[in-house]
């Protein structure tokens, strides 16, 4: 699993059209501030152990910024070792799962859809960090 950890002032993103031949979730948007997002990308061997393991490594991260809400957004363009799309959406809501499980006011981004976004990174020094899951 690859993730782009930003830390917002705010984040909004809105759907615009499916990506994918079949929709795997619904269309939606949303809008949220002081936001730890996480772009991820699902990869070959990741399951949902590696899920529980990608929210324990970002909460002390999520902790010391003082982030108030956590949002997942599905991102495959950092990866060239995808996984397959039904695990992909598997791996995604365990994330949001172990990270509700976990005390975190969290957020998923609907997978298999463009999305515009709009977003203002903070610019401290952990308000942007890529991780290796």
Sequence with gaps: MKVLQWHCDYFRYKTTKLALKTELEPANEGSFENVMVL????????????????????????????????LIYPYAHLSNDLGPLSMAVTVLKEMEMYAREKGFDVARAPFGWYKEFEVKVKGHPMSELSKNI
Excluded: C, H
Aim: glycine fraction near 0%; charged fraction near 30%.
């Design 39 to 70: 772009l991820v990308s699902v990869e070959k061997n990741d399951n949902p152990d590696t899920a529980r393991n990608a929210i324990a490594v970002i909460k002390p991260n999520f902790d010391q910024v003082k982030a108030d809400k956590l």
